[in-house]
């Protein structure tokens, strides 16, 4: 399985966010700094994020963004969910269950099924909490891309 781009900068912000002090703000531009990644494509994530309720914006001169819940409350399961467009590992999971002639009968597809379940529950068994417990390890490394 694939994540997506949007999922990947999703954790990474969140990652970015995690090692730092709890109530410290920071800005889409420092965070696309420290992984060298589009602006453009972290305004996106910060929105979606904002609005699923993982971090908050505070507006004006001295504003900027960080996290709204605490680490150790963002499952990573859940927000692998939450940004990912979609399951369709194969051509049958997708609604209407493609065109595959042997879809009926394929042992195949209950297999990814099961594989991907596992998966998300590996996931599910970790928070934010768990990917920075080394935050003094990540923050040299960001700042080294700075």
Do not use: W
Not at 61 to 74: M, V
Not at 81 to 105: A, K, M, Q
Request: aromatic share 6%.
């Amino acid at each position: 399985m694939k994540l997506t781009l949007y999922t990947d900068y999703s954790l990474r912000v969140l990652i970015y966010l995690g090692a730092r002090e709890q109530d410290e703000l920071s800005n889409i531009q420092q965070i696309a700094d420290a992984y060298s990644i589009s602006k453009n494509h972290l305004m996106k994530v910060t929105h979606e994020l904002g609005k699923l309720g993982y971090i908050e914006t505070i507006r004006g001169r001295n504003g900027g963004i960080r996290l709204k819940r605490a680490k150790q409350d963002i499952n990573i399961g859940k927000v692998v969910r939450e940004t990912e467009d979609h399951f369709h590992l194969v051509e049958c999971f997708e609604p209407g269950g493609g065109n595959c002639v042997i879809s009926p009968v394929c042992g195949l597809k209950h297999a990814l099924a099961k594989a991907l379940q596992a998966y998300l529950s590996v996931l599910d068994e970790y928070t934010l909490s768990d990917l920075v417990k080394n935050p003094t390890e990540l923050n040299a490394l960001f700042e080294q891309q700075n």
